[in-house]
DNA sequence: AATATTTGACCGAG
DNA sequence: CTCGGTCAAATATT
C-alpha cells in the first residue's frame, strides 16, 4: 500500500511535468499564431496542432484526476501546479434572454407541467463533421423536422437534469451531408459536478476495481464517455443512422478520432489560455477540479473577444 | 429490473 | 394557424 501511494505520487510528478511542457508548447503556438499573418499555413496547422495539444492536455489532466482521486495527502501539491488550458474553438452565438415566465395566472395545465422555455444564459455553436462527443453525458429528449432543413434536429438535455438539476441542453443537427457536417448548439451551462463518472474503474491489478465517484453514488448501468468515448459516439452515430442510413466512412473515422473526453470544449479560457487551479480548498479536492473543469469556468463571465 | 430512445401530443410564441 | 421546443407514454436497450 505505502508503495502504490509512493508510486501514484511518482507518476503524478511526471505527469506534471509532461502537462506543464504541453501547456508550454501551446503557449508557444498561440505567440506564432499571433506573430503569423492571416493567410499563411498557419492557419491549417495552428488549429490542428491546437487540437492535439489540447488532447495532451486533457489527457494529462485526467490522468491526474484519477490518480489522485483516492490521495488526498498531495492534493495541494497537485492542484497548485495544475494549470489547464483549452483549444476550444467555441464560437459564442447570441446570448439569448430568457423568458422564464411561465403564466403565472392561474391556467390549466392540468395535463402537463408548464412549459417554460429555458433561461440560457449562454449559447454555444460548434460545426463539425462528426457528432460531437464533449465528454458530457446526454439524454435526447426529441426530435424535430425544422422546416427547410433536410435533417432533423435532435434535442438533448443533460442526463443530471433530475438528480442534479443541470439545465444544459444541446441540440444537433445535421446540416449537410456530402461533406458531412453536423451543428451543435449548446444552451445553458452544466451545473452537474460529475463529469467523472460513478463508474469509471480503474484495476489496478489487485482484484477489486476502484470506483471514482465524487459523491458515491452508486454504479448505474449507463455507459460513461470517459476513456471509452466511443460509447456515446456509437450512441449519437446511431441516431443518425437510423435516420439517414449512412453513416459514411468518413464520419466513422472522424468519430474514432473524437478522444476527447472529461474536459469539455465548451471550457472558456482567457486569451493566454490559462485557468490556474490554484485554490486548493482543503474541503473536497475533486470539487474543486470538478469544478473548474466542468462547469465553473464562469461562462458567463466569459468575454470572447477579449 | 433500471435506463435510454422514439415519437406524437402538447404548449407558447409569432 | 404554423413552427419549434418540450413532455411523456410506449418502446427499446442493457
Redesign the pocket.
Known amino acids: 500500500m505505502e508503495n502504490l501511494g509512493l508510486d501514484r505520487r511518482k507518476a503524478i510528478k511526471e505527469l506534471i511535468r509532461g502537462h506543464k511542457f504541453a501547456s508550454q508548447l501551446r503557449e508557444a503556438i498561440n505567440q506564432s499564431s499571433k506573430e503569423s499573418g492571416v493567410g499563411d499555413h498557419s492557419a491549417v496547422t495552428i488549429p490542428f496542432a491546437e487540437d492535439l495539444l489540447g488532447k495532451v492536455l486533457r489527457s494529462f489532466t485526467n490522468t491526474l484526476l484519477i490518480l489522485d482521486n483516492n490521495n488526498k495527502n498531495y492534493e495541494s501539491e497537485v492542484v497548485s501546479q495544475l494549470q489547464i488550458g483549452d483549444t476550444s474553438s467555441w464560437k459564442p452565438t447570441q446570448s439569448e434572454d430568457s423568458?422564464e415566465?411561465c403564466?403565472s395566472s392561474s391556467?390549466i395545465?392540468e395535463?402537463?407541467?408548464?412549459?417554460k422555455?429555458?433561461r440560457t444564459s449562454q449559447t454555444w455553436e460548434k460545426e463539425s463533421e462528426a457528432p460531437i462527443e464533449d465528454g458530457h453525458?446526454?439524454?435526447?429528449?426529441?426530435?424535430?423536422v425544422?422546416?427547410h432543413a433536410k435533417h432533423p434536429?435532435n434535442?438533448y438535455?443533460c442526463?443530471h437534469k433530475p438528480d442534479q438539476h443541470c439545465q444544459a441542453?444541446k441540440?444537433v443537427q445535421k446540416i449537410h451531408d456530402d461533406p458531412p457536417l453536423y451543428r451543435t448548439t449548446y444552451y445553458g451551462t452544466h451545473t452537474c459536478r460529475n463529469l467523472l463518472n460513478p463508474e469509471i474503474i480503474l484495476d489496478y491489478g489487485c482484484g477489486s476495481g476502484r470506483l471514482i465517484s465524487f459523491d458515491n453514488k452508486l454504479p448505474?448501468?449507463?455507459d460513461v464517455p470517459f476513456f471509452s468515448s466511443s460509447n456515446s459516439v456509437k450512441?449519437e452515430c446511431?441516431?443518425e443512422e437510423?435516420q439517414d442510413h449512412h453513416w459514411s466512412h468518413h464520419q466513422y473515422q472522424s468519430s474514432l478520432c473524437h478522444d476527447d473526453y472529461l474536459i469539455s470544449d465548451e471550457l472558456a479560457f482567457d486569451s493566454c489560455g490559462h485557468l490556474s487551479l490554484s485554490s486548493p480548498l482543503e474541503s473536497h479536492y475533486s470539487d474543486v477540479i470538478s469544478e473548474v473543469l466542468c462547469d465553473s469556468v464562469e461562462l458567463d463571465s466569459f468575454e470572447p473577444f477579449k
Do not use: A, D, M, V
Open positions: 423568458q415566465s403564466k391556467i395545465k395535463r402537463r407541467g408548464c412549459y422555455r429555458r453525458q446526454w439524454r435526447k429528449y426529441g426530435q424535430k425544422i422546416l434536429r434535442y438535455r442526463t441542453t441540440q448505474t448501468k449507463q450512441k446511431k441516431e437510423i
